[in-house]
């Protein structure tokens, strides 16, 4: 499958051989994880049995997924308010993190963080964040630590099309550039801030060649939605910013299928365009791959899908079976000793 | 070495501390706008570049919220930075940073994480900077669970407490004050000398009134203490409250006991200054019944800093004022 | 005076509650009149002297006593030149002269000057209150306005009187026995404590330890009757009178003293009494109260309760009476003494038990020791 990424530096067939069956499964299961999870908790939603509010990442696996499968242990990343992808891409315990949204002690956070604010820090993820743009401050820290201390560890800072209008991202794009931080800036663009289509908000097409402007490289991946492409990229950009050569700008277009929140109807999209980014489901696009190069048979995949679900009925059990947080613990953990 | 002391500013006092932490503990470097060959632009880090090299002591372009922002993702790997922010006023561009991220992300998290990093502000009036650059917003941070506020008034206090807020696992704003940067004082020169975070001291002791000051107003509040012990018989109990948050409030309280009378003062803007939270708790503690006059306040006017010298320093309690507000306490007027 | 609101710091309250002080009675030297810790704690059946240091200066160099005095300050503040204007005058000043009892215990007789000082200046000085008097030429009647301790004896007693409901009983004791003992006491006690022992003490000690078994006779009632206090201690209040009214100092304990202790505990405290040094702390918390009237040749009396106490012992004097004893006719000293009690708390059966109790060891004394 050729890659259609601009601006490629190697060949895909090399790319390809990188990867063993076992990594590319659970790049599946990954994407299987978070298509199920997220459903999950929006019947969850349904049934009124989610305390608080949460924003979904189905129809957007792939560009998280293909990203994460590219960095390995040691390495960070932030996220946004729309982190479960990259939550759950980063190997995050499915039971803790239901736990947390519904709310509950057992959850990630003990239940004082909520779906926005859900970090995994022994696995590197430093975290969601409720203000847009809000986690790439942290990212460029996080960086400037690796290079002082020399570890060779790297940082994705994961933000949507709607932070790149903020005066955080050209401060910290600016700042990472001059001190060449190990980070990748790097913009999942599903093309919707909240209801405003990013065709109004900005005055060029893609947001990627703004990295023009801080002298670094940006990259664009027109498939977000082919988590091949995106590992690709992804690949060559990992080797590039852990050499130290700076950070990098890397775009993706995809789309999510659900509103921006569970209390949006989405009244700004038509039910045309959703449609037709349906059909371009990341995971029945890699299903395909998968199935076309003899990497895996439809029954394995088929039980990847069950285990999947199990997995996530047996975190609702879990979840619905833990405690609330006591009272006390709200005076709790607000200061380090 | 242990018990030596040596007479020097506010602004070396700075310098000493945060050389010592970083000679201490690797972890911990400076960044900010012109700390490095400039010096700071208050000289509080002349000399420290060529002692620790630009790794340590970082010049950042002039971008208040990737500056934070770095700090506190640094903070939260494993870093101990120490920002500059200069001018107070300028830490209003870090507001995100600091109270929506730096407050609120060990909490959020279940306890995870810790962010140590110390913020520190040249804050106050006084030497003709006007509007913009002449603030005390304090009150604003003590407002904001998870933050830590210090307030130190001499140079021995800024070094004890510079080198806790840096030693602290949290997030703390760390005034200094620019008109006072020159204010002379003795400094222990043991490298271990700390001071308690959250613990008021009694600068002076007294039966007749109570006050309560921090900061810039500390030195003019023992002043006029000295000045009224002499010509009026009052004997002022001086409460130095150093850190604001958290709150040393069983040293206030035991004085307002003894006292039964208690002014507040400080340099920050009167309405919605943080003495107006001390006041507060001070008439809904038991020490309420001791009270033998109203809670009094003296506190900045409500008016942004003019630039003229003179309006500058009507501006601000001086120790003429603050005399006759004790006076007032004691005359029951 | 529109302004009603009576202004008073926490302190303030804090102490009167303390000690049992009307703050309507106190003046207040701060704002607006507001009443402030030391205008309590200076308040001490005393009229407060509110005067400028100076002012204070002139008139102790010039040894007169400004009580009573209003002056032209703030709040009736005795100024610089109110006490000079008093000592220009020859007359005046002679009045004013300090002699403290004598000053207590007879009133003022007008006087020409006053009359003259009257008139003349009018806005300066008006002097008033207790010793001395409006000027109104003599023989005619005389209208003086009740001083500061006689509006809170007269408050009390009416809150006494009218709130509760009592009865006295009267009973007879034969002191025979106590006054022996006193007699052999009387040297012991002053070789130990320089103090001399009179019946009275005995008296009070009976009584003492008698109360402690009498839970309902050494027990307090709240102002709503709701509730009563039994004390395991006796604070044992004991009325002095003067001529300008009466005061019930308490011996804080009483039960916890031994006989020379009561001694120079009661002395102490009576001496102060005279000489206006008792603390407030010492006129209030009595659990009993002991009026004796005796010294003064009286039959029999009631007096009224001190409340919150529950009941007040009235001591009459001890007069050789002719009395049947052991069938025959002897002529025994012999003292009656009234328990008043609040029937609210105490009925008449309780009352008898007590005074049965209380007669018997003053009857047998030596019981005391047991």
Known sequence: MASKSKESTKTTDTIKQALSKDELLTMHRQMLDIRNFDNKVNELVKRGKVPGMTHFSVGEEAASVGAIAAIGEGDLITSNHRGHGQTIAMGIDLNEMMAEILGRATGTCKGKGGSMHIADLDKGNLGANGIVGGGMGMAIGAALTQQMKKNGKIVICFFGDGAVNEGTFHETLNLASIWKLPVIFYSINNMYGISTPIKSVINIDYNYRRAASYGIPGYLIEDGNNVMDVYDRFRDVVAYVREGNGPVLVESLTYRWYGHSTSDPGKYRTKEEIDAWKKKDPILKFSKYLIDNKIATQKELDDLDKASKEAVEEAVQFAFSSPEPSLESAFEDIFAP | MENETKLMSVRDAVIMAMSEEMRRDENVFLMGEDVGIFGGDFGTSVGMLEEFGKERVRDTPISENAISGCAIGAAMTGMRPIVDVTFMDFIVYMMDNIVNQAAKTRYMFGGKGQIPVVFRCAAGSGVGSAAQHSQSLEAWFTHIPGLKVVAPGTPADVKGLLKAAIRDNNPVIFLEYKAQYNMKGEVPLDPDFVLPLGKAEIKREGNDVTVVTYGRMLERVLKAADELAESDGVHVEVVDLRTLA?????????????????????????TGGFIGEVAAMIAESDAFDYLDSPILRLAADDIPTPYNHLLETAMVPSVERIKKYILKLVNKR | MEETKLRATPAARALARRLGVDL???????????????????????????????????????????????????????????????????????????????????????????????????????????????????????????????????????????????????????????????????????????????????????????????????????????????????????????????????????????????????????????????????????????????????????????????????????????????????????????????????????????????????????????
């Not at chain 3, 005046?92 to 006053?114: H, I, V």
Request: charged share 25%; aromatic share 6%.
């Open chain 2, 246 to 270: 958290p709150l040393d409030k069983e040293t206030v309280l035991e004085s307002v006991k003894k006292t039964g009378r208690v002014l507040l003062v400080n340099d920050a803007h009167k």
């Open chain 3, 24 to 370: 309507s009675n106190v003046i207040g030297t701060g704002y607006k009149g507001r009443i402030h810790r030391d205008d309590v704690a200076g308040f001490n059946f005393e009229d407060k002297i509110h005067i400028s240091p100076l002012a204070k200066r002139i008139a102790e160099d010039n040894q007169i006593s400004l009580k009573g005095i209003r002056g032209s300050g703030r709040n009736g503040k005795i100024m610089k030149d109110d006490v000079i204007k008093l000592i220009s005058d020859p007359e005046l000043k002679a009045r004013l002269t300090s002699d403290y009892f004598a000053e207590l215990s007879t009133p003022k007789a007008p006087s020409q000057a006053t009359a003259k000082m009257q008139n003349t200046t009018q806005q300066a000085v008006t002097p008033s209150t207790s010793a001395a008097t409006q000027s109104q030429p003599a023989g005619e009647t005389e209208t003086v306005a009740l001083s500061q301790m006689r509006k809170i004896i007269s408050k009390r007693m009416t809150e006494s009187f009218y709130s509760a409901p009592t009865f006295t009983q009267t009973w007879e004791v034969d002191m025979t026995e106590m006054l022996a003992l006193r007699a052999k006491l009387l040297d012991p006690i002053r070789e130990k404590t320089g103090k001399k022992l009179t019946v009275t003490d005995l008296i009070s000690m009976s009584v003492v330890r008698t109360l402690l078994k009498h839970k309902f006779i050494n027990a307090s009632l709240n102002k709503e009757a709701t509730e009563i206090t039994f004390h395991n201690y006796v604070n044992l209040g004991i009325a002095v009178g003067m001529d300008e009214g009466l005061l019930v100092p308490v011996v804080k304990n009483a039960d916890k003293m031994s006989l020379s202790e009561f001694v120079v505990a009661i002395k102490d405290l009576t001496e102060r009494t005279f000489s206006k040094k008792l603390l407030p702390d010492e006129q209030s918390g009595s659990t009993f109260t002991i009026s004796n009237l005796g010294m003064y040749g009286v039959d029999n009396f009631t007096a009224i309760i001190n409340m919150p106490n529950a009941a007040i012992l009235s001591v009459a004097a001890i007069k050789d009476t002719l009395v049947a004893y052991n069938g025959e006719p002897k002529i025994r000293p012999i003292m009656k003494m009234s328990l008043t009690c609040d029937h609210r708390i105490i009925d008449g059966l309780t009352g008898a038990k007590f005074m049965a109790d209380l007669k018997a060891s003053m009857e047998n004394p030596l019981s005391l020791l047991i």
